[in-house]
């Protein structure tokens, strides 16, 4: 069964950048492919909210407003990984950020926890002077 572990949070500095990793493991770069995967982060006490997704097979790509041109995702299928590149960071981008899949493999705005599926356990990013 396929099984997502993220990757590279830390504390980083208002205007700064951070690089996530999301990780698939169970299955071959090509089956991930087939899933669109999405980034999300959660805030204390509020909910899971979609960041950024990416259609299966190279589709088309989606990003919530308060995260659009400043995050891309990108995709290794060689390394089974999906990315999150995060620059121009700000406080208000503080939350436990997790990778998921859809298995519809559509990437559709708004990006609802709900449809995805084999969540990872998360990596904290804090934004802070």
Not at 7 to 28: F, H, I, K, T, Y
Not at 89 to 113: F, M, N, Q, W
């Amino acid at each position: 069964q396929m099984q997502f572990a993220e990757s590279g949070g830390g504390l980083e500095q208002p205007g700064g950048s951070l690089r996530l990793s999301c990780a698939a493991s169970g299955v071959s770069g090509f089956t991930m492919d087939r899933y669109a995967i999405g980034w999300f982060h959660q805030m204390p006490g509020k909910e899971r909210e979609g960041v950024a997704c990416l259609s299966a097979l190279d589709g088309p790509t989606s990003y919530a407003e308060s995260v659009k041109g400043r995050f891309k995702i990108s995709k290794d299928i060689a390394k089974a990984t999906v990315d999150l590149q995060m620059n121009s960071l700000k406080p208000e981008d503080t939350a436990v950020y997790y990778c998921a899949a859809d298995s519809s493999g559509r990437c559709l705005l708004p990006i609802e926890s709900t449809k995805y599926s084999f969540w990872g356990q998360g990596t904290q990013v804090t934004v802070a002077s």
